[in-house]
């Protein structure tokens, strides 16, 4: 069964730290990793989209990277801000079997304190 | 573009009661997904249509859920009847193309008590 297990379960750091989440994933062959944001009380947002061929796309303050060999994603909040207190999902597609095969991690919870 | 809007945000209702929640996608989009969040399980995808046509609905619990797109614009997921182990947050979801960034709706959260 594919699996999307994400580290850690959550985070507690401070304002204007950088903090590194993990996401390891079973899902083979792979065709696309996405991490996405929620906040509390809202639906998720897509920050990144990595195909099997690229390491690492950054968007703003957040930089996700891949090793598709290792069958890992991470991603990088550089100069963390208030706002970026939520969850972060990671979403594995295959490369078959539709949108019912897309595997969701249960996400890493983060919160940013003064 | 005001994306996917859902309604109702919040409800809370007796085991045994029908349940409907509404979704508008974002205008142009040609699918539409529901999904149902839980702490213990993340995200799971119940149904999602193509062009108004259900696709695969084998995400979708039992037989007292069902979902509905009579048009490109408005689509209905019915819980009937509803048991406490409902109670989760449903999102609905759409995106233009296949493969393509999927946009959230901002949820609404079910209670069944």
């Known amino acids: 069964k594919n699996q999307v297990e994400q580290s850690p379960q959550s985070l507690i750091i401070l304002e204007g730290k950088n903090c590194t989440l993990q996401c390891n994933y079973t899902v083979s062959p792979f065709s696309n990793l996405r991490w996405y944001k929620q906040d509390t009380g809202r639906g998720p947002v897509s920050l990144t989209i990595?195909?099997?061929?690229?390491n690492t796309k950054s968007n703003g303050r957040y930089t996700a990277t891949l090793d598709a060999d290792t069958k890992q994603s991470s991603l990088h909040i550089t100069a963390s801000q208030l706002s970026d207190s939520a969850s972060y999902i990671c979403v594995v597609s295959p490369n078959s079997g539709g949108y019912q095969k897309v595997t969701f991690g249960i996400g890493t919870k983060l919160q940013v304190i003064p | 573009d005001a994306g996917v809007i859902q309604s109702p945000r919040h409800e809370v209702t007796e085991m045994g009661q029908e349940v409907t929640l509404r979704c508008k996608p974002i205008?142009?989009?040609?699918?539409l997904f529901w999904y149902r969040q839980t702490m213990m399980r993340g995200l799971e995808l119940l149904i999602y249509?193509?062009?108004?046509?259900?696709?695969?609905d084998s995400g979708m619990p039992e037989d007292r859920f069902s979902a509905k797109m009579p048009n490109a614009s408005f689509s209905t997921l019915k819980i009937q009847p509803s048991e406490p182990r409902d109670s989760a947050v449903y999102f609905c979801?759409?995106?233009f193309g296949s493969g393509n960034t999927i946009y959230f709706g901002e949820g609404s959260w079910l209670t069944v008590v």
């Open positions: 205008s142009g989009h040609d699918y």
């Open positions: 990595m195909t099997f061929s690229e």
């Open positions: 249509f193509n062009n108004n046509v259900p696709i695969d």
């Open positions: 979801a759409s995106s």
